[in-house]
């Protein structure tokens, strides 16, 4: 049975726009995606909102996305891992460039393709998704203040990163948008859309390893 690790951050979590609660499970893209992968793939959410790639976040606390990594694939052994990080970098007091991020995501990436278990040797693949560009609109405008220029570059660079880990590449600004009034969690249509376009490219992968 294949097992698919989706790790990322609130927007992997279900955060609703503009609202202090989440998504359904049923609404939320990883939820959506093991309704729409063959019945013996296992897909597991592991969201947290605020998560960063590599950066200690000095006002939200334990944010650190490598940090938690290794004891998330420590107890799920995924054949593949949806790596779906680099928004909450772009806050404004972390001070980072979009190259920086996707240093981040690539630091990440190698430490997920080169992981081995004694229970299960063999590494997991990776599927790198740049997420969509913000907006700097609304309450979080002056938290994520100049992220919005910066997360244009994320398609570009993100896709760089990829080629030179020799992994599979999402854009997901290909598919989807943030909400155009909060600017960076995204609507529900949004997690259908992009739940859609993972089913191929994960196939695709997991049926290459095999």
Same mark, same amino acid.
């Given at each position: !049975?294949?097992?698919?690790?989706?790790? %990322?951050?609130?927007?992997? =979590?279900?955060?609703?726009?503009?609202?202090?609660?989440?998504?359904?499970? /049923?609404? $939320? =893209?990883?939820?959506?995606?093991?309704?729409?992968?063959?019945?013996?793939?296992?897909?597991?959410?592991?969201?947290?909102?605020? $998560?960063?790639?590599?950066?200690?976040?000095?006002?939200? %606390?334990?944010?650190?996305?490598?940090?938690?990594?290794?004891?998330?694939?420590?107890?799920?052994?995924?054949?593949?891992?949806?790596?779906?990080?680099?928004?909450?970098?772009?806050?404004?007091?972390?001070?980072?460039?979009?190259?920086?991020?996707?240093?981040?995501?690539?630091?990440?990436?190698?430490?997920?393709?080169?992981?081995?278990? =004694?229970?299960?040797?063999? /590494?997991?693949?990776?599927?790198?998704?740049?997420?969509?560009?913000? $907006?700097?609109?609304?309450?979080?405008?002056? !938290?994520?203040?100049?992220?919005?220029?910066?997360?244009?570059?994320?398609?570009?660079?993100?896709?760089?990163?990829?080629?030179?880990?020799?992994?599979?590449?999402?854009?997901?600004?290909?598919?989807?948008?943030?909400?155009?009034?909060?600017?960076?969690? =995204? $609507?529900?249509?949004?997690?259908?859309?992009?739940? /859609?376009?993972?089913?191929?490219?994960?196939?695709?992968?997991?049926?290459?390893?095999?």
């Amino acid at each position: !049975m294949p097992t698919i690790l989706c790790y %990322g951050d609130s927007n992997t =979590w279900g955060a609703v726009p503009g609202k202090d609660r989440r998504f359904a499970a /049923s609404e $939320r =893209w990883p939820g959506r995606l093991r309704g729409l992968l063959p019945a013996d793939f296992e897909v597991i959410e592991e969201g947290q909102p605020g $998560r960063t790639t590599v950066h200690d976040d000095p006002v939200e %606390g334990e944010k650190n996305g490598l940090r938690y990594l290794r004891p998330c694939l420590e107890s799920h052994l995924p054949d593949l891992v949806v790596l779906l990080l680099g928004t909450n970098d772009l806050k404004h007091r972390l001070g980072l460039s979009a190259f920086d991020v996707a240093e981040g995501v690539g630091r990440l990436g190698n430490e997920i393709l080169t992981f081995q278990s =004694w229970v299960k040797p063999i /590494s997991p693949k990776l599927l790198l998704i740049a997420p969509p560009p913000i $907006r700097e609109v609304g309450y979080f405008a002056d !938290m994520f203040r100049d992220g919005e220029l910066k997360s244009a570059e994320f398609s570009q660079r993100f896709k760089a990163k990829a080629a030179e880990l020799n992994c599979g590449f999402f854009d997901a600004a290909s598919v989807i948008h943030s909400c155009p009034k909060e600017g960076i969690h =995204w $609507r529900a249509e949004q997690h259908k859309l992009f739940a /859609s376009a993972l089913v191929s490219p994960i196939k695709a992968i997991i049926e290459s390893a095999n």
